[in-house]
């Protein structure tokens, strides 16, 4: 209930800039935004690097509305992996796109071009993209896309959200030599026609998914922060011989920084998802509804004067 309103206000432009003008608000979304601008990604992907982590990063934003503003988008990301393979980040750092920043919603030939300059600039640069999964209205679109970037950009990453009830199968689909495949749970509001509804319907499906992935012959990128669901991926690749190079687990960036340090340490390789840029109010949302504790934090934040 509470996770439907967190998600229902993600949407609402009133809500967004009330929670922007916010006193506090900026401590809240430093916890899970590395910053604003690129030297604030390339600063916080280089920290992460040093411990041992690989990194994945996301130029925030999505839904965009005009060619102008998903031009910029793609020129972004260009600009961004250019100063990744400068500074010697690629391959540890890759970058995750989301198609609706790209146009997708008004123009899915242009979210396409665009995709593709940003994955012919990750190659140039030594590293890949993965596209973001959004709301089921958009699977079918950002799974026709990955198949068509695939084609001459092999190692583009897909998303799949286990909340779907379609998920199993497009596991199946995508379990293939060289695919690979991050496994989320799914942070959208979605209807029980389409998703399952319940944290265990949900976590079950995670597990049937993962074991799909796991015995395939792709590369599962396990993300979550579930330590049940943690705990059963590092047993599946015990079984299936899966080296630390064979999957890996994935986080976002401010959540559970302790459990990614344990996980390297056993020797995985764990990523974590960075975010960073001005356009933070949609993802802070999603992570708010994730968590109710995140919500109180926030919630002092939004009614302390400073
Ligand atoms: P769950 O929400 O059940 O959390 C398990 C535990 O993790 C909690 O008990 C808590 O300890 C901790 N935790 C989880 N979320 C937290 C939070 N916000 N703050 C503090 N602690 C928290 N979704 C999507 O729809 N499309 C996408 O493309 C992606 N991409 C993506 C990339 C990566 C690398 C990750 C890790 C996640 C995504 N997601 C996503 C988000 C994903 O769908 C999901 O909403 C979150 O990962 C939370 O789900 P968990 O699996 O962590 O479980």
Redesign the pocket.
């Known amino acids: 209930m509470l996770r439907s309103v967190i998600l229902a206000a993600s949407r609402s432009p009133r809500i967004e800039r009330l929670v922007e003008t916010a006193p506090y608000t900026r401590d809240v979304v430093r916890r899970f935004v590395a910053g604003s601008g690129t030297d604030d990604a390339l600063r916080a992907t280089r920290a992460l690097v040093a411990d041992g982590l690989a990194v994945?990063l996301d130029n925030l934003g999505e839904d965009t509305v005009t060619a102008a503003q998903a031009t910029a988008t793609r020129d972004e990301y260009v600009r961004l992996l250019g100063l990744l393979r400068d500074a010697g980040l690629t391959p540890a750092a890759e970058v995750s796109v989301k198609l609706s920043a790209l146009g997708q919603r008004f123009d899915e030939q242009l979210a396409y071009d665009s995709a593709r300059a940003i994955c012919a600039a990750a190659e140039e640069a030594g590293t890949t993209v993965t596209l973001?999964?959004?709301d089921h209205e958009t699977t079918d679109s950002t799974l026709d896309t990955l198949a068509r970037l695939r084609k001459d950009f092999p190692a583009t990453g897909a998303?799949l959200?286990a909340y779907l009830r379609r998920t199993e199968s497009d596991c199946r689909e995508l379990a293939y030599a060289g695919s690979r495949v991050?496994l989320?749970?799914?942070?959208?509001k979605e209807p029980e026609s389409v998703a399952y509804q319940s944290?265990l319907e949900v976590d079950k499906s995670y597990v049937r998914c993962l074991n799909i992935l796991m015995a395939g012959a792709g590369y599962p990128m396990l993300?979550?922060?579930?330590p049940r669901?943690i705990a059963i991926g590092a047993d599946r690749a015990r079984w299936f011989d899966r080296d630390p190079d064979r999957f890996e687990f994935?986080?976002?960036y401010g959540?559970?920084p302790e459990e990614q340090t344990r996980l390297v340490g056993e020797g995985h390789t764990v990523?974590v998802?960075l975010p960073y840029g001005t356009d933070w109010y949609a993802y802070l949302m999603?992570?708010l509804a994730?968590?109710p504790t995140?919500l109180a934090f926030f919630g002092r934040a939004l009614v302390t004067k400073k």
Do not use: F, P, S
Request: with cysteine; net charge positive; proline share 0%.
């Open positions: 994945t973001d999964m959004e998303v959200q991050r989320c749970k799914g942070a959208y944290a993300a979550t922060h579930d669901l994935q986080m976002l959540i559970r990523r998802y999603r992570r994730e968590r995140n």
